[in-house]
């Protein structure tokens, strides 16, 4: 069974305007709508992690999508926060450009459930048209119904 992705969503914790145009710094704006949710138990170390696996190696997925994530002890179950930026954020270590971040924690203790999230996430933003409704929502609320929608269209309604 296939880990939805709009279980995970809510409006508090998604920026259609990020307005940070370098990596670092935009994965810091994204990232910090996690820091007072109930599921981080240390953001501090959960933000090292995030900022030392981009180090090791790009998390663009390509098609202007990166997914920034950590498997860390630092949350209690997975996380997830979402930036998009119309401008573009420069992905230096990739040279690309990305319009939407999935910012991801995940329990080290979890593996399965974070490969099932990342594979529903790869189905979900396959398509163009799917992409590209992402990133016209209009609001939070707009993008959780369009991921909802899409999840319906690619892995079937939710049981």
Same mark, same amino acid.
């Given at each position: 069974?296939?880990?939805?992705?709009?279980?995970?969503?809510?409006?508090?914790? %998604?920026?259609?305007?990020?307005?940070?145009?370098?990596?670092?710094?935009?994965?810091?704006?994204?990232?910090?709508?996690?820091?007072?949710?109930?599921?981080?138990?240390?953001?501090?170390? =959960?933000? #090292?992690?995030?900022?030392?696996?981009?180090?090791?190696?790009?998390?663009?997925? +390509?098609? @202007? %999508?990166?997914?920034?994530?950590?498997?860390?002890?630092?949350?209690?179950?997975?996380?997830?926060?979402?930036?998009?930026?119309?401008?573009?954020?420069?992905? @230096? #270590?990739?040279?690309?450009?990305?319009?939407?971040?999935?910012?991801?924690?995940?329990?080290?203790?979890?593996? +399965?459930?974070?490969?099932?999230?990342?594979?529903?996430?790869?189905?979900?933003?396959?398509?163009?048209?799917?992409? @590209?409704?992402? =990133?016209?929502?209009?609001?939070?609320?707009? =993008? %959780?119904?369009?991921?909802? @929608? %899409?999840?319906?269209?690619?892995?079937?309604?939710?049981?």
């Amino acid at each position: 069974m296939a880990v939805r992705l709009s279980s995970l969503l809510s409006p508090e914790r %998604i920026n259609l305007a990020v307005t940070g145009t370098k990596r670092t710094v935009a994965i810091n704006e994204v990232a910090k709508l996690l820091e007072n949710d109930s599921d981080v138990a240390n953001f501090a170390g =959960f933000y #090292n992690e995030l900022l030392a696996r981009e180090r090791l190696d790009t998390t663009c997925l +390509g098609n @202007e %999508i990166a997914l920034p994530h950590a498997r860390t002890e630092h949350v209690k179950k997975i996380v997830i926060a979402v930036g998009r930026s119309d401008a573009g954020i420069l992905f @230096e #270590n990739s040279n690309q450009n990305v319009r939407l971040m999935f910012v991801l924690g995940t329990p080290k203790s979890n593996p +399965g459930d974070y490969l099932m999230l990342v594979g529903s996430l790869c189905r979900l933003i396959k398509d163009a048209p799917n992409r @590209e409704a992402l =990133f016209a929502a209009k609001t939070p609320a707009d =993008f %959780i119904t369009t991921v909802k @929608e %899409i999840e319906d269209k690619v892995l079937g309604p939710a049981k």
